[in-house]
T-cell receptor, first 118, second 112 residues
Framework: AQTVTQSQPEMSVQEAETVTLSCTYD???????LFWYKQPPSRQMILVIR??????QNATENRFSVNFQKAAKSFSLKISDSQLGDAAMYFC???????????????FGKGTKLSVKP | NAGVTQTPKFRILKIGQSMTLQCAQD?????MYWYRQDPGMGLKLIYY???????DKGEVPNGYNVSRSTTEDFPLRLELAAPSQTSVYFC???????????FGSGTQLSVL
């Protein structure tokens, strides 16, 4: 079974600085999808970024980018020019490309709480 | 657009009581999900649905039931509430399974 590990329960960054959140995963599959979701204090989770494992190029979305290291099974999220609104819980998630049975559903890590200092 | 709407936002139950958490989406999504979020534990999938009339168990289905009579609605039923069901419950929907989930704002449930 696949697992997702976020080893940093909490992180802190100064406003306008850059921060990197770590995520590792365990899988025997060669193709899959990886995601980062943001959960602000309002609790409503929002998709931040998505990466397809067969793509070499790292995904980017404005100030958010990932460092995808397939061999190392690592999927870190970099937030550049951090803003106060970036303060939230961030969840890393894995999804198999297969759809049979329980496959095809997201597997979440435990999350990293990011604080942004003014 | 309302997106995914969950009601109620907060609820306190006594042990043994039952209740239904409501979830509705107005995006015509086929896929809907129920997750629970315990402190420090991430999200665990309770049940999911791939379309009206079709539901399946997720990782932690015990103590819960669901139905999907329409595309829009996906209620979660708790029977005989137990303290272990104290959690925050999230409903979500998507156009493709496991892809770009849209979440509701959650229901915080306490069982005392």
């Amino acid at each position: 079974a696949q697992t997702v590990t976020q080893s940093q329960p909490e992180m802190s960054v100064q406003e306008a600085e850059t921060v990197t959140l770590s995520c590792t995963y365990d899988t025997s599959e060669s193709d899959y999808y990886l995601f980062w979701y943001k959960q602000p204090p309002s609790r409503q989770m929002i998709l931040v970024i998505r990466q397809e494992a067969y793509k070499q190029q790292n995904a980017t979305e404005n100030r958010f980018s990932v460092n995808f290291q397939k061999a190392a099974k690592s999927f870190s999220l970099k937030i550049s020019d951090s803003q106060l609104g970036d303060a939230a819980m961030y969840f890393c998630a894995y999804r198999s490309v297969e759809y049979g049975g329980s496959q095809g559903n997201l597997i979440f890590g435990k999350g990293t709480k990011l604080s942004v200092k003014p | 657009n309302a997106g995914v709407t969950q009601t109620p936002k907060f609820r306190i139950l006594k042990i043994g009581q039952s209740m239904t958490l409501q979830c509705a989406q107005d995006m015509n999504h086929n896929y809907m999900y129920w997750y629970r979020q315990d402190p420090g534990m991430g999200l665990k999938l309770i049940y999911y649905s791939v379309g009206a009339g079709i539901t399946d168990k997720g990782e932690v289905p015990n103590g819960y039931n669901v139905s999907r009579s329409t595309t829009e609605d996906f209620p979660l039923r708790l029977e005989l509430a137990a303290p272990s069901q104290t959690s925050v419950y999230f409903c979500a929907s998507s156009t493709r399974r496991g892809e770009k989930l849209f979440f509701g704002s959650g229901t915080q449930l306490s069982v005392l």
